[in-house]
């Protein structure tokens, strides 16, 4: 089963407002990696975060690694059409264990 | 460059009946990974490969499935006898040399399985 937990499971958007998904760990990661999966696509990389409070940007996306390695969240801002998707964090835990959360799905009102 | 291509892209099987995915890797990519991934949930790593060498089969039930990576390139992930319950998409990913850390995973189409 999942040892990482996303929420919220879906998020129903209207075009033009910001969101946030929450990816939550109960033991502390050594990495996390973020993808995105469009509908009947495969997982696509976005972004991997290493240290902690770690911020990275890629134009309107805003990743966030927490202090405790615990946890991380991704921001949309100014949602758009093309951001529809599923949003997956995929952790390291300090066994070399990967686990995937089981995603936000986003769906957008344009 | 390619990516990671896998086959069949479907497969449609009875219950109690063998079936085989292939996957190829990114060349140069040493780490290989199938998952398995059910509707409305992440992928669940089924085993990881860095070469040659199965060095994480802990979720992979081995009563009824195997995998090899023989040459450390392509690899072949099979289910024998097949359950209703293996109906999913396994998707096969790789990525450059493991060092205790992970790297950016490509994945590949996945094949969907359908269990009758």
């Known amino acids: 089963g999942q040892q990482v937990m996303q929420i919220p499971q879906y998020q129903h958007v209207q075009e033009g407002e910001d969101f946030t998904t929450y990816c939550n760990s109960s033991?502390?990661?050594?990495?996390i990696q973020w993808y995105k999966q469009r509908p009947g696509g495969h997982p696509v990389f976005l972004i991997q975060l290493v240290k902690s409070g770690e911020v990275k940007k890629q134009k309107r996306l805003t990743f966030q690694f927490g202090e405790a390695k615990k946890n991380s969240s991704l921001h949309i801002t100014a949602t758009q059409t093309t951001d529809v998707g599923t949003y997956f964090c995929?952790?390291?835990?300090?066994?070399?264990?990967?686990?995937f959360g089981a995603g936000t799905t986003v769906t957008v009102r344009a | 460059e390619a990516g990671v291509v896998q086959s069949p892209r479907y497969k449609i099987i009875e219950k109690k009946q063998p079936v085989a995915f292939w996957c190829n890797p990114i060349s140069g990519h040493n780490t290989l990974y199938w998952y398995r991934q059910n509707l409305g949930q992440g992928p669940e790593l089924l085993i990881r490969y860095e070469n040659e060498e199965a060095v994480d089969d802990s979720q992979l039930p081995k009563d009824r499935f195997s995998a090899e990576r023989l040459k450390g390139v392509d690899s072949t992930l099979k289910i024998q006898p097949a359950e209703l319950g293996d109906s999913a998409v396994y998707l096969c990913?790789?990525?450059?040399?493991?060092?205790?850390?992970?790297?950016?995973?490509?994945f590949g189409p996945g094949t969907r399985l359908t269990v009758t």
């Open positions: 033991t502390t990661l050594s990495n």
């Open positions: 995929a952790g390291l835990r300090g066994d070399y264990k990967l686990s």
């Open positions: 990913a790789s990525s450059s040399s493991w060092s205790g850390s992970i790297y950016e995973q490509y």
